[in-house]
């Protein structure tokens, strides 16, 4: 052989393993995510949460407003016994069916306005849920912005 081969043959297996580390260096640097990627991924799950909490916020008002509906229901049903239990005392009838829907229908009444205050709870945690990730989602907005300008 040649000088002029071997030389070249040297030359180009050196050329190939410096592309080889180059590229398992490139590899390696891939693997890991940058800031940037991290903050993008932080700002996608941070907009799946909010989006989340916000569903959870209109779930828990359509309960808060069905809750309401019945306890104002159950008024109703309360105010109709009072009347028909004072008709019946002025008549001196016999009156123990009337006290007991009457008992019966502010037993209710009780049972959903402990279900409206459950759900305005719900809704306040939700919102303060929902708050959280916004602010969350700013963060990591300034972030990337910031990763941005540095590059």
């Known amino acids: 052989m ?16 410096g592309m080889l580390v180059s590229g398992a260096a490139a590899q390696t640097s891939s693997a890991e995510p940058t ?9 996608n799950k941070d907009r799946h949460d909010r989006n ?9 008002r359509r309960d808060l407003n069905k809750d309401r509906r019945d306890r104002n229901a159950d008024n109703r049903d309360i105010s109709r016994d009072k009347r028909q239990l004072a008709d019946c005392r002025e008549d001196g009838g016999n009156c123990q069916g009337l006290k007991k829907d ?6 209710d009444r009780n049972h959903d306005q402990r279900d409206i205050n459950h759900d305005r709870r719900d809704v306040k945690h939700d919102r303060k849920d929902r708050n959280k ?5 700013n963060h990591d907005k ?10």
């Open 2 to 17: 040649k000088i002029e081969t071997i030389i070249r043959h040297c030359l180009t297996g050196i050329a190939l393993a």
């Open 35 to 43: 800031d940037q990627q991290a903050d993008r991924r932080d700002l």
């Open 52 to 60: 989340q909490d916000q569903r959870d916020i209109n779930h828990d």
């Open 102 to 107: 009457l008992h019966h229908d502010r037993v």
């Open 133 to 137: 990730d916004q602010r969350d989602i």
């Open 142 to 151: 300034r972030d990337l912005r910031k990763d941005y300008r540095e590059r």
